[in-house]
């Protein structure tokens, strides 16, 4: 008997710790961990900032006292993105020197189904480390071309909303030792965009 009531805490144990971890595997959202050891460190005190809508009716993102999507008033479709890599063509954001950290980021729109969404995007939260989100090898980079902690200057983030979907990326232009295109003199560097959160409403 004895054996038999330990058995069946055993296995209520083992139930409930499944059940957690099962909980953890699909959170809401998600945060990416730093893509590459950051041990300069690589920080940031101001940023720039820019948002996209895709797919979506009447999208609007407040950000630091700032209306970055006026063009979507009402409820003006807003088409998708033009081709996959579309990223590519985001170059920096367009809303420069924003102190860290504004109150959050206030975003309202309608996905393509019709359904209204409001979301409360805190920046600061996501970026509470300061942390300048890179994926280049800390080997690869130059250190000492601009003043302050690291080579970095003002990163550039962006709040991209496509359907039910919130994303937030950084980027920041890193100066490598070598050249990214071999034979190009002016390609020492790397700009690469980097999921930092993401949720899906």
């Known amino acids: 008997m004895r054996h038999a009531r330990l058995a069946s805490r055993a296995l209520l144990i083992l139930i409930a710790l499944t059940g957690c971890l099962s909980a953890m595997a699909f959170p809401s959202d998600t945060s990416t961990k730093h893509p590459a050891p950051n041990h300069f460190p690589l920080t940031f005190k101001r940023h720039d900032f820019r948002a996209y809508c895709y797919n979506t009716i009447g999208c609007e993102v407040i950000y630091a006292n700032n209306n970055f999507t006026r063009r979507y008033y009402g409820d003006k479709v807003a088409p998708p993105p033009r081709s996959p890599d579309y990223r590519d063509a985001w170059g920096l954001a367009s809303y420069l020197g924003i102190p860290n950290f504004p109150p959050p980021a206030e975003v309202k729109w309608k996905s393509l189904d019709g359904v209204a969404h409001e979301a409360s995007v805190d920046i600061g939260a996501i970026f509470k480390d300061e942390l300048i989100r890179f994926s280049v090898s800390n080997e ?62």
């Open 140 to 201: 690869e980079i130059v250190e000492g071309l601009y003043p302050g902690p690291g080579p970095a200057g003002e990163p550039s983030i962006f709040l991209e909303v496509n359907d039910r979907t919130i994303s937030v990326f950084m980027k920041a232009f890193i100066p490598t030792k070598k050249e990214q295109e071999p034979g190009n003199k002016y390609s020492n560097f790397r700009e690469d965009l980097v999921l930092a959160w993401t949720r899906t409403y």
